[in-house]
């Protein structure tokens, strides 16, 4: 068993629990991710590190790398393919999937304190799973952009469109800044909603060409994937 495989590599396993939690914006649709999170099964939450059974210690982010290996192992002789195909992953705050830190995650989310590097993490982490999208081979071209849709839709909806929001209720109405962060609003729900149209996966060919142009005609002439890359880079 997968706990079997860890203590092989020598880690205490009594006390850590692993919590399965898909991205449920995906759900059910190709691209549909399932992680595993390493945590206390005392707390519920991540530790700052890993016993091993010689009573060393070893970093957050050792313990995903091995912990990966073994998931890798048992998955391939389980199934005859690989994690990484089947977008199964160990993730811990070291993962390169990771926001800069767990408070991005708050519902109540003060955008206000996000410091210029946390901000930005948000474009990072969308870039590693844009190309992880693009090197699936079990994907085929069509799937690939409906798949990179939903991901840049939810962190538009996640990110963009609720720091927005929030500093457009703290702008005097009909000042310049009020009136250009409500343009820029306007525009982005305009951009979440034809993500979203475009990242389901009932549609024909024929309603992907007219939501494309569609999107053409409201964001100046860029398609799906321009406006994948600039969700990229907007924060």
């Known amino acids: 068993m997968y706990r079997g495989l860890l203590a092989e590599k020598g880690y ?3 006390n850590v629990k692993f919590k399965q939690f898909r991205n449920h914006n995906s759900a059910g649709t190709a691209s549909m991710d399932l992680d595993l999170g390493a945590v206390s099964a005392d707390t519920g939450i991540e530790p700052p ?3 091993k059974q010689d009573g060393s210690w070893v970093s957050v982010e050792e313990f995903m790398n091995d912990a990966q290996a073994a998931m890798d192992r048992e998955w391939f002789e389980m199934f005859g393919i690989s994690t990484n ?11 390169k999937e990771a926001f800069a830190s767990t408070r991005m995650l708050d519902k109540n989310l003060d955008f206000s304190e996000l410091t210029v590097d946390e901000l930005k993490s948000v474009g990072k982490v969308l870039k590693v799973k844009v190309d992880a999208i693009d090197k699936n081979r079990m994907l085929t071209s069509t799937q690939k952009t409906q798949a990179k849709a939903r991901e840049a839709s939810k962190e538009v909806g996640n990110f963009i ?3 927005l929001r929030q500093d457009l209720s703290k702008a005097e109405i009909g000042t310049a800044k009020y009136k250009l962060l409500q343009k820029d609003l306007n525009y982005w ?11 389901a996966t009932d549609l024909d060919p024929l309603e992907m060409i007219e939501l494309n142009r569609e999107m053409m005609r409201k964001s100046g002439g860029k398609g799906i994937n321009d406006v ?8």
């Open 161 to 163: 469109n609720r720091k």
């Open 189 to 199: 729900e305009n951009m979440q909603e034809k993500l979203t149209q475009f990242g």
């Open 49 to 51: 590190g890993f016993q």
């Open 85 to 95: 195909a089947s977008e199964m992953n160990l993730v811990t705050s070291a993962h």
């Open 228 to 235: 994948v890359n600039d969700v990229i880079y907007y924060l």
């Open 12 to 14: 205490v396993v009594d």
